[in-house]
Every structure is written in C-alpha cells, then in structure tokens.
C-alpha cells in the first residue's frame, strides 16, 4: 500500500483518522494501523519487523540497566544483530553473485533469491541509532513495549522515512497534544506531497522507463539526455513527495518529523547538494559513522578516508547492486576534490556556472544510480556525450514530448525544484502591498486562495489516479 493509492486515501486513512480521535489509547490504535499498514504489502515479513521491536526493546534495557552483560557489550549485541540481520535480507543474494563472478564454475554457491523485506532498511537504522543513543546517554529506554514498537513500526515513515531519532519524537510519542492547526497543516503538507509524486514523479516516470528500458545502442544524445533529466526529476519528487506526505502524516497524529529535503536542485556545490538531499540520511551517516570514524578531527587523510567510506555505504544503502556503491563513491569523491581545493575554485566562479556545476554531476550521478549495469551507464553517458551508437533513426527525444501532461510536468519540476518564494516572491510582496491597507481584507483573500489551491491540486490527483494505474515508488526496493 502506497499514500498516492486508492485504497490508501479513501479508505486506510479515513477510517485510521476516525478510530484513532475516538479511542483512548491512540498509541495502541496507530500501532495496530502501522502493522495493518505493513501488512498489506509484505505479511509474510511481519514477523521480522516484530522481531526487531522486541530485540530491540530489550537490547535497550539491557544498555540502560548495564545488566546481565556490560552496556559495550550489550550495544555491540544490539548492532551487530541488526546489521546482520540487515545483511542477511538484502545483501546475501549480491554477496553471493558477486563472489561467483570470481569463482570457476565448480566452486560457485547456490543460494535461493530472497526476497528484500519492506522498509528493512529504514526501520533498522531507526532501531540502530536508538540503541547508540541509549548508550550516549542521549536517550533513556523506552519502558512501554507500545510506545518503542509505535517508534519503529510507525507506517507514516516505515517504509521510505525521513529517519527519525527516537530522541526527536519520545517525548510525542509519550504524550502529544493534537490540534486544529497542527492537523490542517498536516493535511495541507500531505496535500503537495501527494501531487509531487502523483502529478509531477509518476507524469515524468512513464517516459523515463521507456527510454532506460530501451537498448541502448538505439539511444542518441538529445534522447539520453532527455532521460536522465526526466529521472533526475523524478527522483526528487518521487522521494521528495513521499516525504512531505510521512511529515504531512505525522502532523494528522500530533508528531512532528524533520525535514528531508531542502530543494537540493539549487545548490552551489556536491558539499551542499548533500546538506539538502535526504538531510535525515545524511546527518544519520555523520552522527553513526563518520564522527565514530574520526570525522574531520584526525588530519586531512584520514577525513578522506573517512568520507570515502561513508558514501562507499550510503550508495550500498540504497541497492544491493555495485552501481549503487559507485554512486555513492562517486559523490564521495566530489566532496573530497572539493575539500581538495576544487570547492574554493567553483566558490570564486560565477554562481550559473557553480549551479552548472553540480547539476551537471548530479544528473550524470543519477545515470549510474538508476543502470542496472555498469555498461548500461557507461553506454548512457557515452550517448549523452555525443558517442552514442544511436541514429535517431527509430527513437528520438519529440517522441517522448508529444504528450501535453508530460511537458506540464517537465516544466512543473524544473520550476517547482526551486524555492516557491522565489518564483513568487516579488507577487506576494505586490499583493501584500495592494491589501495591506485592510488586514482582514489580506487574511481572508489569502484563506480563500490557499484552500482553493490545496482543493485544485487535491481534483487533479484524483483525476490522475483515476486516469492511470501506473503509480510507481523509487524508494521501496531500498
């Protein structure tokens, strides 16, 4: 079950909405909606996310108490049983393939595929940093079984995040105060969330697929750029969209989640592009990771070392295939050429070229992301650079804009990867202008144009969803 589903908008949610304002133990019934929420989509992994809330569970006790085993020895069972764990599901399969690629035939092993369990990543870092927060003393354990398996289990950012610390969001998750407000703002949020992914991401995906799914000796260069600039939008609001939907969700529930994506298309450099891109990712990978490394505090060899090894596993995060973990290295050593020097040459360059910069490298990034091999990628970035094979003879870029929603959604993710403001921000100053002689004139007209706007945008996702089946998430198969 996915947010931009039928099933999901006019029947999970409503009645979840109805039985939890009327219950008094909300926690309990937004924990029952959560595994019926996980249910629907993987029940036969039900019992692992189970699992790992009464490990979990435990293992923070045992931390806190420092009892039966030392709170070292108790964190290091903690991790190691949930990286294991995490190995185990989504990484045995490539491991596997990997080492037979090595092996003569003879000594190659055999193992059955396994299926990569819904949201297993994200609800083990989730667990993962409340273990190492328990152990920082950031954190105390959480008593209430309810209360840690609602903070694992929560269906709003199950299975595509943000990742929340339980140190954000216990003190909510033990007592929260719904509102009004809180609740219209959550509606409003999940509301452009919503046609992110289903007016712009799922618009743009349809022909994306179709052009990756081509050979790609048939591509040329305009096609294969074409492309990569339609994935690299929609990725943003495919990931994006979710994302506003979850923090839309949270505030449906009285909590409130980070942020996780600051409009990482205008940024000046890869350095920046990774303070705006899925920010709770990043900050996790800092926090975990690169500070226990020796962060930047150890000499400028080992801060290398360290970022290498970071982005080595958030591209390995994302896919258990090696065009991921070059992806990841391969932003990984953009931030190490710019700590180099190369981000004091773009600082001083003039800000289109810094913007064209890192779009630039970012799109060719997103190439290699989305190939399935590495010479589907090499193939792509040679079209794209004019030593394509491809003659245009049988596919070409118009045929992929004849559609008038594609180029409105084109057009709507360029524009919309920006902030609003700027786009709109001398004609709200001019308007704020005109009625700023009548304030109740200004806060009514500016009620009446926001609500038919969320109401605009709410009819023309359900126009969509009703017009098309195809409604596909990047991020479920991280």
Known sequence: MVFSSVIFLFYFLPLTLFVYY??????????????????????????????????NYAFGLMIEK?????????LVAGVSVNILTLIFFKYTNFLVDSANSFLPETLRLSVSAIKLPLGISFFTFHSLSYLVDIYRKKVTAEKNPVNLMLYITMFPQLVAGPIIRFSIIADEIRQRTESSEKFVKGIKIFVIGLAQKVLIANTIAAPADKIFSLPVSELNAGLAWLSAIFYTIQIYFDFAGYSNMAIGLGHMFGL???????????????TEFWRRWHMTLSQWFRDYVYIPLGGNQAGKIKTYRNLFIVFFLCGLWHGANWTFAAWGIYHGLFLIFERMGLGGIVEKAWRPIRHAYTIILVIIGWVLFRSDTFTQASMHLKAMAGFGTGKGLVHNANQYLDNNGIIMALIAGVLFSVPISVIMGKLSVRIENIWSCNPLISNSLGFVLTSMLYMVLAVLVIMSLAASSYNPFIYFRF
Not at 66 to 74: G, L
Request: overall charge positive.
């Open 66 to 74: 420092r009892r039966p085993f030392s709170a070292k020895t108790s």
């Open 256 to 270: 409130t989640f980070p942020e996780n994506f600051n409009y990482p298309y205008i940024s000046q450099s890869i």
């Open 22 to 55: 009327f219950a008094r133990h909300r926690n309990f019934v937004f924990l029952v909606a959560s595994l019926l929420f996980y249910s629907w989509g993987e029940i036969e992994y039900l019992y692992l996310l189970m699992a790992s809330c009464v490990i």
